[in-house]
T-cell receptor, first 116, second 111 residues
Framework: GAVVSQHPSWVICKSGTSVKIECRSLDFQATTMFWYRQFPKQSLMLMATSNEGSKATYEQGVEKDKFLINHASLTLSTLTVTSAHPEDSSFYIC????????????FGPGTRLTVT | GQQVMQIPQYQHVQEGEDFTTYCNSSTTLSNIQWYKQRPGGHPVFLIQLVKSGEVKKQKRLTFQFGEAKKNSSLHITATQTTDVGTYFCAGRTGGANNLFFGTGTRLTVIP
């Protein structure tokens, strides 16, 4: 149990285009989902926290107009990278926290974004 | 802002040797979690510590939370090649919802 999927697993796009990444909790309901970004051989940096049905809370330094987050249901959150640039190339990982568990997070497999 | 540092950044050990990674936070934590990320994989939850001075064991892994709740350690006894990966601590402050990940320690086990 407690499986989180992400789609796509990798994507290559051209500068200026937008990319949407989906994060789904497959066998549980997640009231809270988190989006992280990880550069090669570096730690995970929290970008934003999203709660179902409300606006996401962004970490300092993360542009909310550039990284649009939607948590439309208890099993789905999306991250849209708008007007992508090469410096947005990174590994994006989501995690989801089950409704009945107040501390454990389950991570998705990640999405590798390359902007050319 | 909150910072969570880990040392060492890298560690190479011979199979069978012990390994320890240390996690230090600039602020007092309400709880701390440990994750393992295999190369090319995603972080997998290992454990959560909540109480000051808490010690928990999982087979060959021993986790400690400092008395001041600002540091933590993970000790692996008699490492195996399956222990290879990056170990991250992640802390939460107060009633905050989110986790701040440490810088990670990359463990290599030489057979």
């Amino acid at each position: 149990g407690a499986v989180v999927s992400q789609h796509p697993s990798w994507v290559i796009c051209k500068s200026g285009t937008s990319v949407k990444i989906e994060c789904r909790s497959l066998d549980f309901q997640a009231t809270t989902m988190f989006w992280y970004r990880q550069f090669p051989k570096q730690s995970l940096m929290l970008m934003a926290t999203s709660n179902e049905g409300s606006k996401a809370t962004y970490e300092q330094g993360v542009e909310k107009d550039k990284f649009l987050i939607n948590h439309a249901s208890l099993t789905l959150s999306t991250l849209t990278v708008t007007s992508a640039h090469p410096e947005d190339s990174s590994f994006y990982i989501c995690s989801a926290r089950p409704r009945r568990v107040n501390y454990e997070q389950y991570f998705g497999p990640g999405t590798r974004l390359t902007v050319t | 802002g909150q910072q969570v540092m880990q040392i060492p950044q890298y560690q190479h050990v011979q199979e069978g040797e012990d390994f320890t990674t240390y996690c230090n936070s600039s602020t007092t934590l309400s709880n701390i979690q440990w994750y393992k990320q295999r190369p090319g994989g995603h972080p997998v939850f290992l454990i959560q510590l909540v109480k000051s001075g808490e010690v928990k064991k999982q087979k060959r892994l021993t986790f400690q939370f400092g008395e001041a709740k600002k540091n933590s350690s993970l000790h692996i006894t008699a490492t195996q090649t399956t222990d290879v990966g990056t170990y991250f601590c992640a802390g939460r402050t107060g009633g905050a919802n989110n986790l701040f990940f440490g810088t990670g320690t990359r463990l290599t086990v030489i057979p």
